[in-house]
């Protein structure tokens, strides 16, 4: 019987989790799996090769190369169907029609130049349209392009890539010639990583997989770099440092993602300034738009989206801001000025609504003019100059402190627990779990910081997603304590033996409870504290640390005080207390989860007057409030269930 309720009670809890995350579903944006990203990558790649290829064998009306231009049509036709085969996306119609209608144009041999013109537009509006990360990180190394090419390329290519390497002579197609000025403006520096990472079917060219993702923009940028004029770089060079083409070239996607063709004239300075970002990526790099200013630009473009009729790509533009932009320099105003740090919050939540409510195109303009107006305010206090040294200690405590208190709690209770009950042999799951969370926080922030960009919204998604798991977690763990929170339950719970009713499912939760409590926060705080670090200057670097080390001796005293008095308890009040500290902290995390998928644009937000209090997970919105309402109705018929049984 002790059986079938403990088995009622997982059921109800696994069906609280799931109905959580269907919520979360409900408005959430499209997010490809890694099977539909390589289906629009495979896109990109046949439009971007219809787009070099098809003028040079169709031409005055006439096919140059049958087999050539049956595979231009094989690309199109291809295309049509991996497109309808993606994510639906409110973009994904207009697509549709437009490659039909690039088919049907090379069904009728129109000319190159209308052909190559289709294939661009289309091969753009897909990268928009799922959010292809179409990109490099960093900044490509074309020394290291230089030394693969050498290595893997120059025997086809040949050692200056002009097609006329030793082993070019009996292949068919004959290899690229790189110094091709009419082909390579047709190609993208995307295009040319898509050609390195997925090769050329039916053709020598392989896919180079075993490079890393580095190595293949590196490569890219190279290649593309070979027919470079030099005194048209320096040319470039000179324009650059006088501000021309940085409307235009304003990130390295703006760069890869259109052919040179598509992005200047022939011999102008802004093709010039092309060609000098391509020798010179960390240019462009180091000219990136601070936080703040990337918030102000995708704000206008969220007015200009909404004026044309996209709602939806309003609303993505308007979470970007938050997300890559204003989220970045969150840590370091809420050092200087926290008030105004909660009221730009609450104004860009406000114009999500406000675009999600189809407003008047004016309300949504409005709403964008005052929270730039907000963000001109933050500018001023973060450039006031740098923290003192006390204010950096204070802050990097503070942020350790309020970061790292859910997850001491939580730590706390499990651990005095097993200590209470005799399962110090459970101890090692437990610390397992937190070091193994550590560990992957980290390993997870070097990825995002180094290797492939991890968005905003992802971050959010999974801080949202692993807060709602833990609380499942810890609503199981709080309620089998509280069912053994008597004498007679105790006892009977002794007799149907300790070790295989943890062993069975309690010990693998409260294992995963203290993975998740750490690392839900883990890659935000380093976040947080980068921005500190550089907020404080160099003479602020020791008091950041000096803050860090106190607030882990804080956090350390809060745990053993816990630890030291807990035990002291009689079993039933040791374990109502801890069930009831469980309880408190899962109805917290689900505050905060659902408040991480707000900011991630997964989960509408309906402000409302309530006071605001982010240490509990309390946020002034409908659904956050709702769904804690819920999960206390839970906890509370969860403890009568108990007291009821033992009655």
């Given at each position: 019987m002790?059986?079938?309720?403990?088995?009622?009670?997982?059921?109800?809890?696994?069906?609280?989790?799931?109905?959580?995350?269907?919520?979360?579903?409900l408005?959430?944006?499209?997010?490809?799996?890694?099977?539909?990203?390589?289906?629009?990558?495979?896109?990109?790649h046949?439009?971007?090769?219809?787009?070099?290829?098809?003028?040079?064998?169709?031409?005055?009306?006439?096919?140059?190369?049958?087999e050539?231009?049956?595979?231009?049509?094989?690309f199109?036709?291809?295309?049509?169907?991996?497109?309808?085969?993606?994510?639906?996306?409110?973009?994904?119609?207009?697509?549709?029609?437009?490659?039909?209608?690039?088919?049907?144009?090379?069904?009728?041999?129109?000319?190159g130049?209308?052909v190559?013109?289709?294939?661009?537009?289309?091969?753009?509006?897909?990268?928009?349209?799922?959010?292809?990360n179409?990109?490099?990180?960093?900044?490509?190394?074309?020394?290291?392009?230089?030394?693969?090419?050498?290595?893997?390329?120059?025997?086809?290519?040949?050692?200056?890539?002009?097609?006329?390497?030793?082993?070019?002579?009996?292949?068919?197609?004959?290899?690229?010639?790189?110094?091709?000025?009419?082909?390579?403006?047709?190609?993208?520096?995307?295009?040319?990583?898509?050609?390195?990472?997925?090769?050329?079917?039916?053709?020598?060219?392989?896919?180079?997989?075993?490079?890393?993702?580095?190595?293949?923009?590196?490569?890219?940028?190279?290649?593309?770099?070979?027919?470079?004029?030099?005194?048209a770089?320096?040319?470039?060079?000179?324009?650059?440092?006088?501000?021309?083409?940085?409307?235009?070239?304003?990130?390295?996607?703006?760069?890869?993602?259109?052919?040179p063709?598509?992005?200047?004239?022939?011999?102008?300075?802004?093709?010039?300034?092309?060609?000098?970002?391509?020798?010179?990526?960390?240019?462009?790099?180091a000219?990136?738009?601070?936080?703040?200013?990337?918030?102000?630009?995708?704000?206008?473009?969220?007015?200009?989206?909404?004026?044309?009729?996209?709602?939806?790509?309003?609303?993505?533009?308007?979470?970007?801001?938050?997300?890559?932009?204003?989220?970045?320099?969150?840590?370091?105003l809420?050092?200087?000025?926290?008030?105004?740090?909660?009221?730009?919050?609450?104004?860009?939540?406000?114009?999500?609504?406000?675009?999600?409510?189809g407003?008047?195109?004016?309300?949504?303009?409005?709403?964008?003019?005052?929270?730039?107006?907000?963000?001109?305010?933050?500018?001023?206090?973060?450039?006031?100059?740098?923290?003192?040294?006390?204010?950096?200690?204070?802050?990097?405590?503070l942020?350790?402190?309020?970061?790292?208190?859910?997850?001491?709690?939580?730590?706390?209770?499990?651990?005095?627990?097993?200590?209470?009950?005799?399962?110090?042999?459970?101890?090692?799951?437990?610390?397992?779990?937190?070091?193994?969370?550590?560990?992957?926080?980290?390993?997870?922030?070097?990825?995002?910081?180094?290797?492939?960009?991890?968005?905003?919204?992802?971050?959010?998604?999974?801080?949202?997603?692993t807060?709602?798991?833990?609380?499942?977690?810890?609503?199981?763990?709080?309620?089998?304590?509280?069912?053994?929170?008597?004498a007679?339950?105790?006892?009977?719970?002794?007799?149907?033996?300790?070790?295989?009713?943890?062993?069975?499912?309690?010990?693998?939760?409260?294992?995963?409870?203290?993975?998740?409590?750490?690392?839900?926060?883990?890659?935000?705080?380093?976040?947080f504290?980068?921005?500190?670090?550089?907020?404080?200057?160099?003479?602020?670097?020791?008091?950041?640390?000096?803050?860090?080390?106190?607030?882990?001796?804080?956090?350390?005293?809060?745990?053993?005080?816990?630890?030291?008095?807990?035990?002291?308890?009689?079993?039933?009040?040791?374990?109502?207390?801890?069930?009831?500290?469980?309880?408190?902290?899962?109805?917290?995390?689900?505050?905060?989860?659902?408040?991480?998928?707000?900011?991630?644009?997964?989960?509408?937000?309906?402000?409302?007057?309530?006071?605001?209090?982010?240490?509990?997970?309390?946020?002034?919105?409908?659904?956050?409030?709702?769904?804690?309402?819920?999960?206390?109705?839970?906890?509370v018929?969860?403890?009568?269930?108990?007291?009821?049984?033992?009655?």
């Amino acid at each position: 019987m002790n059986k079938l309720k403990l088995f009622f009670l997982s059921n109800l809890l696994v069906q609280w989790l799931v109905m959580l995350i269907f919520m979360a579903s409900l408005h959430g944006t499209a997010i490809a799996a890694p099977a539909d990203d390589e289906k629009a990558q495979t896109i990109v790649h046949m439009l971007d090769y219809v787009g070099v290829d098809y003028p040079e064998f169709v031409q005055d009306g006439k096919v140059l190369n049958a087999e050539e231009y049956e595979e231009q049509r094989e690309f199109a036709t291809q295309a049509i169907t991996l497109l309808e085969q993606l994510p639906a996306v409110p973009e994904q119609p207009a697509l549709l029609e437009r490659a039909r209608t690039l088919l049907a144009n090379i069904d009728a041999k129109a000319p190159g130049s209308e052909v190559s013109s289709l294939a661009g537009q289309l091969r753009s509006g897909v990268i928009q349209a799922w959010k292809l990360n179409v990109a490099p990180r960093l900044a490509p190394d074309l020394a290291l392009g230089a030394r693969l090419f050498a290595q893997h390329c120059a025997t086809c290519h040949g050692a200056q890539g002009r097609g006329d390497g030793p082993l070019s002579k009996d292949m068919e197609p004959a290899p690229s010639d790189f110094h091709d000025e009419e082909r390579m403006r047709q190609r993208s520096l995307y295009g040319l990583y898509n050609t390195i990472s997925l090769g050329v079917g039916g053709t020598p060219m392989r896919a180079f997989t075993e490079f890393s993702e580095a190595d293949r923009w590196a490569l890219a940028f190279f290649t593309g770099n070979l027919r470079a004029d030099p005194e048209a770089i320096a040319h470039g060079e000179a324009a650059w440092r006088e501000g021309q083409g940085k409307p235009v070239f304003d990130s390295l996607r703006s760069l890869v993602a259109k052919a040179p063709g598509e992005q200047a004239e022939a011999g102008t300075a802004l093709d010039a300034v092309r060609a000098y970002l391509t020798q010179q990526p960390q240019a462009l790099q180091a000219s990136a738009p601070a936080p703040l200013a990337f918030s102000r630009t995708k704000l206008d473009e969220a007015v200009q989206s909404y004026a044309r009729g996209d709602r939806e790509g309003a609303r993505r533009l308007a979470i970007a801001a938050y997300l890559e932009g204003f989220e970045l320099v969150e840590s370091a105003l809420d050092n200087v000025d926290a008030p105004l740090r909660t009221e730009i919050e609450r104004e860009m939540m406000a114009l999500r609504a406000t675009i999600g409510d189809g407003q008047p195109a004016e309300a949504v303009s409005a709403q964008v003019t005052k929270v730039k107006a907000l963000l001109d305010r933050a500018d001023d206090a973060l450039s006031s100059g740098s923290l003192s040294p006390m204010a950096a200690f204070v802050s990097s405590l503070l942020i350790l402190l309020r970061e790292g208190l859910e997850a001491i709690l939580v730590l706390s209770a499990i651990i005095a627990f097993v200590i209470k009950t005799g399962r110090r042999d459970a101890l090692p799951y437990i610390h397992a779990g937190w070091i193994g969370a550590m560990v992957l926080g980290i390993i997870t922030w070097v990825v995002a910081s180094y290797v492939i960009n991890i968005s905003g919204a992802n971050r959010e998604l999974t801080e949202g997603i692993t807060a709602l798991l833990a609380a499942a977690m810890l609503l199981y763990v709080g309620w089998w304590l509280h069912s053994r929170a008597n004498a007679q339950a105790w006892s009977r719970f002794i007799r149907e033996q300790v070790n295989v009713a943890l062993g069975k499912r309690t010990l693998w939760a409260m294992a995963g409870i203290s993975f998740l409590a750490v690392y839900r926060e883990l890659f935000e705080v380093i976040l947080f504290y980068e921005a500190l670090w550089v907020q404080a200057g160099v003479e602020g670097h020791t008091a950041i640390l000096w803050g860090i080390a106190a607030a882990a001796v804080l956090l350390v005293l809060i745990g053993g005080a816990i630890l030291r008095y807990s035990v002291r308890l009689p079993i039933g009040p040791f374990f109502a207390v801890m069930s009831a500290l469980l309880a408190f902290m899962a109805v917290v995390f689900v505050g905060n989860g659902v408040a991480a998928l707000q900011e991630a644009g997964v989960l509408d937000a309906t402000a409302v007057r309530f006071v605001s209090l982010p240490l509990l997970g309390i946020y002034p919105t409908t659904q956050g409030l709702v769904l804690q309402a819920l999960t206390l109705l839970l906890i509370v018929g969860g403890f009568w269930f108990n007291r009821r049984k033992v009655a």
